[in-house]
């Protein structure tokens, strides 16, 4: 028979271990790992971004619309949709826009193998460079990392950027106020907003993104009042 002491230790060996692989690596990238920009650092500042694109349907009339209000932002877009729409990408660079990386397929690399991070880094960085663009930033879907995500995008030159807003704007019942007035309401003195401009995965709407832009017509003029100025992610400050 095997001593209870003995089973409880291999059980608890075994929980420690799912911690360090599963949970530990997203959370010290959400909220402990000082390499990870959470906050633009530079009272005032704003820094805009938008996961998941770019979407044929949506992008484009973002990019008027930030064109119309003269407002940068930082796309973190994902390859295989990046691979599909060639000449918004290239829009995106041609105005000003930083294009970064949110992997290649939109896999969670929290319950992936410790190799798919850097495959994913190396396929998402040939997409992106084939249509001109050399991203320097990266930010995992859902923020989940596994133990060697942070390490990989370091060794790549990437620095890894989440957000301190969101508005849940890929909800069903995410009205364009209620959206500007999450966003009103949750923003700080220098936050990076999360917003995005296609909808990826079983919980977000189709149609939202649409609804993301009308909310930005409400919030953009808002916070520029509001004395609030957007600046891309090379202008942030430790
Ligand atoms: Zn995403």
């Known amino acids: 028979m095997i001593p209870l002491a003995t089973t409880q230790s291999v059980l608890a060996a075994g929980a420690a271990c799912v911690a360090a692989y599963f949970v530990a690596p997203s959370l010290s990238c959400k909220a402990f790992s000082r390499s990870v920009w959470r906050q633009t650092g530079r009272p005032g500042k704003l820094l805009l971004t938008f996961d998941d694109g770019p979407d044929p349907r949506y992008t484009p009339a973002l990019l008027d619309l930030l064109g119309e209000w003269g407002v940068p932002a930082c796309f973190f877009v994902v390859g295989e949709n990046a691979a599909a729409c060639p000449d918004l990408i290239r829009r995106m660079t041609a105005e000003g826009h930083e294009v970064g990386i949110h992997s290649y397929r939109h896999e969670n690399a929290r319950f992936r ?95 939202a993104p649409g609804r993301t832009i009308q909310a930005l017509r409400l919030a953009l003029p808002a916070l520029q009042r509001a004395g609030f100025t957007f600046i891309l992610p090379e202008e942030m400050a430790r």
């Open 113 to 207: 193998r410790p190799s798919f991070a850097g495959a994913d880094l190396e396929q998402s960085l040939a997409a992106l460079r084939e249509l001109g663009a050399e991203p320097r930033y990266y930010r995992p879907p859902w923020g989940n990392c596994n133990p060697f995500t942070l390490y990989e995008a370091r060794a790549r030159g990437l620095e890894t950027v989440l957000w301190s807003v969101m508005a849940q704007d890929w909800e069903r019942g995410a009205t364009p106020r209620r959206t500007a007035q999450r966003l009103l309401g949750r923003v700080g003195s220098s936050s990076i907003i999360c917003l995005h401009d296609r909808s990826m995965g079983k919980s977000a709407d189709d149609t």
